[in-house]
């Protein structure tokens, strides 16, 4: 009997320990799942993070860009119009040709059309015209090309107003990006 006891005894502790195995084994298998599902949700996090952080690198990349290209196109519309209203007569040929390194296109070809015969006015009449931007704004722009309206002041001085007179330009200003230079292609007068 006693060998039965032992037998007896042997079972039970078995079944239990066969029990606890099977459920151990179930909760491994859980955790394995469970283990598997927060790797891949952290592979998913991780991805959409790095998607996430590269679109807003390109974004600020882009209108940092857009602003150096706007203060670019607006540096140059000021000294295009500051050239274009600062002139004097006793060195006309070096304000002439600021104009022109400044320009492009039509306006380049209507501007040095005329040079000879605005020489030799500005000179006849003694004219000095001290011009300043007052205010430069865009209208438009794009990665080529930009249009940018001027409000500028001159005081003119000649022959027939020795004590100087003041003038009020609106001027607008169609520029052209040409070998990384932004270049005045058009200037209209305009209200």
Partial sequence: MAARRTYGMNAGILARLTRSLR??????????????ATAAALVVATVVT????????????????EAQRHQEILAAARQSALNFTSLDYRHYAQDSENVLKGA???????????????????????????GQVLEAGITRSDERTARVLVVADSKVTNTAAPGGQARTYRLQLDLVLEHGRWLTSDVEFVG
């Fill in 50 to 65: 790095t998607a996430l952080s590269g679109w807003l690198c390109v974004q600020v990349y882009e209108q940092r860009a």
């Fill in 23 to 36: 459920l151990l084994g179930a909760r491994t298998a859980a955790s394995a799942r469970q283990g598997r």
């Fill in 104 to 130: 492009t296109g039509d306006f380049k070809e209507q501007f040095s059309g005329q040079t000879t015969e605005l020489t030799k006015l500005v000179a006849a009449n003694k004219s000095i015209s001290q």
